[in-house]
């Protein structure tokens, strides 16, 4: 049955048209000179002397013909980059694009500020720009002011209150020194005043805390990548009363130190009227699966899990649950569903982390380093067809040699198995993998209407030679129409990565899909 949907569907005699044969050159012209942009640029990172650990997005380099700009780096990894350089070296990098200026002025990146200023008017909109942008986030601040502004004599800081008895002349001169002071030290209260209203804001955490204190039926709290405001110990401001009445819970920041969590299972404790959770999965225990499975718990309808690479690499995967915890809670809530997003996870860690009894319904591969192997694909297909619903898989690892293919050494593809096994699969993304057109035409028809997204970018499907060796066929052309017919609606590939609906930075796109993930029940 796979066999027979992975052939290509001959054209009837007569078919091939000089548009086609066109259409297969300029194609294989693309992957050509994608290949050679890919060279370019792995020469160009070597002769830096740099390794890079992250990558840009590719589809607008490819497609587009030019080089992926420094804009298409995702915000956290740009924030990282900064956070190697002086203040002066962070101020001239920003001024390459909007993208990077608006990355400058991250609180992490700002703990404490120095402001060295004239004592003039023209200072006044610097300031003001400053405050505005870091005034409510800095921890410590220190303003100084030029000497060389203050003026003495005339009434001026110095004279010790002495009387002027000069006349004529010199008198007049006083005077106007005397007026330049006043002005001069105008000048310099307004700007310590702009410093002061702005600084008066800076009670974020504060006024977050005094948030979860005064609320008395606070339902839904989430808190996503919020860094240094809430803090491990945000949630004891909340009183058990309130901690009642809570349905959702969303607490996630991959930047917190060490063993931190922002909840503890003891905690966890209080909220038992919640129907959704959302954590990072090294935050997520086994004390706390034990915990969602006690009796005076209404039953977790919704559970969001972001596996990070910062926090596997400083937080342990050994006190992750184990199956049988998983068993527990799917007993405890016949309806509960598990979203999960591995970002830059290892195939060893990402098979300890999927357990067969996870009633996973969504999962987010997304890499800047490693790949997902098929193996893995095979797996999730194999443990999770009964539930899966949204696969989602990006890549953005810089390889010369291609994209990978799921598919290598293997008698049969792991995206067609997935097709094949998971039929309640309604949403299919693929970006920086190898997908066979052959392959592509059989996951159409697999699923068919019930496949309501299927979203894979134009660099990424490939066609065998066989395909393009046929004459009387358009293989780019008999892709599109095959792929249509089987999902029962105009389908076309991906143009351009930004295009596609799940482009966009990993924490932002977790965060988004969680919410709607939540929002469900």
């Keep these: 049955m796979l066999l027979f949907l992975s052939v290509p569907q001959p054209r009837p005699p007569g078919a091939r048209t000089r548009a086609g044969a066109a259409r297969v050159a300029r194609w294989r012209w693309q992957r050509l000179r994608l290949q050679q942009l890919r060279r370019l640029r792995g020469l160009l990172r070597g002769l830096r002397g740099r390794p890079r650990t992250g990558s840009l997005r590719r589809g607008r380099m490819a497609l587009c013909g030019q080089a992926a700009g420094a804009a298409s780096l995702p915000s956290e990894l740009i924030v990282h980059i900064f956070s190697f350089l002086s203040a002066s070296d962070r101020l001239r990098a920003s001024a390459s694009c909007s993208h990077w200026r608006e990355c400058l002025f ?31 986030f800095v921890r410590e601040l220190r303003v100084e002011f030029a000497a060389e502004n203050y003026l003495s004599g005339g009434g001026g800081p110095g ?12 008198e007049v001169e006083a005077l106007q020194l005397s007026t330049r002071w006043l002005e001069v030290l105008r000048t310099y209260l307004e700007l310590v005043l702009c410093v002061l209203v702005s600084i008066r804001n800076n009670r974020i955490q504060q006024l977050f805390e005094e948030i979860l204190s005064n609320s008395r039926q606070l339902k839904w709290l989430s808190c996503g990548f919020m860094l240094e405001i809430v803090t491990p110990t945000s949630l004891s401001s909340l009183s058990n009363s309130i901690a009642n009445t809570m349905e959702h819970l969303s607490l996630l920041d991959n930047n917190i130190p060490g063993n931190s969590t922002l909840i503890t299972a003891v905690e966890l404790e209080q909220f038992v ?26 039953p977790l309808q919704r559970l969001s899990l972001l596996v990070h690479n910062v926090s596997v690499m400083h937080k342990s995967l050994d006190n992750m649950p184990n199956d049988e915890h998983w068993k527990a809670l799917s007993r405890k809530s016949t309806n509960l569903r ?13 098979l300890k ?26 797996l999730i297909s194999r443990q999770y067809d009964k539930f899966l619903t949204h696969f989602i898989l990006m890549n953005d690892v810089i390889d010369t040699s ?3 293919d799921l598919s290598d050494n293997r008698n049969e593809d792991p995206l067609v198995l997935l097709a094949w096994r998971c039929t309640k699969l309604s949403l299919l993304a693929v970006h920086g993998y190898t997908v066979w057109a052959h392959n592509l035409i059989a996951i159409a028809r697999l699923r068919g209407s019930d496949l309501k997204v299927l979203e894979v970018t134009e660099e990424s499907i490939d066609f065998d030679q066989g395909e393009l060796a046929d004459q009387d066929v358009d293989p780019v052309h008999n892709l599109i129409e095959q792929v249509s017919l089987g999902l029962g609606q105009p389908w076309h ?18 965060y988004r899909e969680m919410q709607s993930f939540s929002e469900d029940i």
């Design 106 to 136: 991250y609180p992490a990146l700002w703990p404490q500020l120095r402001i060295c200023l004239r004592v003039s008017p023209s200072e006044q909109p610097r300031l003001e720009f400053l405050m505005r942008k870091c005034g409510w």
């Design 159 to 170: 004279d010790g209150g002495r009387v002027d008895t000069r006349t004529g002349g010199e």
């Design 273 to 298: 009227n919640l129907r959704s959770l959302a954590l990072d999965f090294c935050d997520f225990t086994a004390e706390m699966a034990r915990v969602l499975t006690d009796n005076n718990h209404v």
């Design 338 to 350: 598990v979203y999960i997003m591995a970002f830059d996870i290892k195939s060893e860690d990402m």
């Design 353 to 378: 982390i999927l357990k067969p009894s996870i009633p996973l319904e969504r999962i987010h591969f997304d890499s800047y380093i490693t790949c997902v192997s098929g193996a893995i694909v095979d």
């Design 402 to 404: 291609g994209f990978p």
């Design 493 to 510: 590939a991906i143009m351009d990565i930004e295009s596609l609906s799940v482009f966009t930075e990993p924490n932002r796109h977790f």
